[in-house]
């Protein structure tokens, strides 16, 4: 489906003055209520502008009411607002921990375990590549170097499910490092991407300390390394926080659609770091 950049700017423009049904969008823009209400998915999964909500469900009275994201105060409460500072201040992994997070969901939508994972296995018990297939519209990735591009799960590469997703229409939205020190992940990812029947990856540079993904607006799993002292530290062995809260899977999507806004295109960083001279994809 081609959602034309002039409808998508008018429909834009038209809820962000006020939340509006789905038939009021279709009279807008001119189109059917099925039509309308494509383009109000397309535009929800890919841009994040907008939200959708459906009061009295499963009723004939049904109402789909399609509202704008104010990415700039969606915190409902200082917990939230101080997160986001740190987060929106952080660059590496340490600068964070995710149990401030996991702490305030709800004790019955959350749950943490702890296991061993390195950038290209992840421990038998632990089933990602399950949690990933789940998806029905789309997955949100805050990646550090983009090292899911060599992740396996008994002898079963990661990129075989992105494609398995890819090509079901699936959307998967990454942010990551984009640099020299990434390159060999990013330009493997790139290769990938163009060998896709369909092509619905998207990845953005940018240098934050979450290590997590979104699975559409059901769960998201955070990750950090256990911290242990250096001298007695044998291997890594990571937390695994996932939440089913919706306040908080809600407020982490819109972390992620305020991050992905303001970050570079990788296709962009990319093609400039091909510019440098002699440089090693190391």
């Known amino acids: 489906m081609v959602l034309e950049r002039n409808t998508r700017k008018d429909i834009r423009d038209f809820i962000k003055q006020k939340p509006r049904t789905v038939q009021e969008v279709a009279q807008k823009v001119g189109r059917s209520w099925r039509t309308a209400d494509r383009y109000l998915e397309k535009m929800e999964n890919e841009e994040g502008y907008i939200s959708r909500r459906t009061f009295r469900k499963g009723t004939r009275g049904a109402l789909k009411i399609a509202y704008w994201n104010n990415l700039n105060s969606f915190s409902t409460s200082k917990v939230q607002e101080q997160l986001l500072k740190k987060i929106e201040t952080g660059r590496k992994k340490e600068d964070f921990s995710p149990f401030d997070i996991y702490q305030s969901a709800d004790e019955d939508k959350r749950k943490a375990f702890m296991e061993k994972q390195t950038k290209e296995y992840v421990e038998a018990k632990h ?38 997703l890819s090509n079901d229409g699936i959307k998967l939205f990454f942010i990551g490092r984009v640099d020299t020190g990434s390159m060999k992940n990013a330009e493997k990812f790139f290769d990938f991407k163009k060998s896709l029947k369909k092509d619905n990856i998207n990845i953005r540079h940018n240098e934050h300390p979450l290590r997590a993904f979104i699975v559409d607006d059901k769960f998201v799993q955070l990750k950090e390394m256990r911290k242990t002292d250096e001298k007695s530290r044998k291997e890594d062995k990571y937390l695994f ?16 659609w305020k991050i992905y806004r303001g970050s570079m295109p990788g296709e962009k960083r990319i093609k400039d770091l091909r510019t440098i001279k002699n440089l090693e994809r190391v």
């Open 127 to 164: 089933d990602i590549f399950t949690l990933l297939r789940q998806a029905q519209e789309r997955i949100m990735f805050f990646s550090g170097d983009l090292s899911w591009v060599n992740l396996t799960y008994k002898d079963e590469k990661c990129l075989k499910v992105f494609r398995e």
């Open 241 to 256: 926080y996932e939440i089913k809260d919706d306040k908080w899977v809600e407020w982490l999507t819109k972390v992620f």
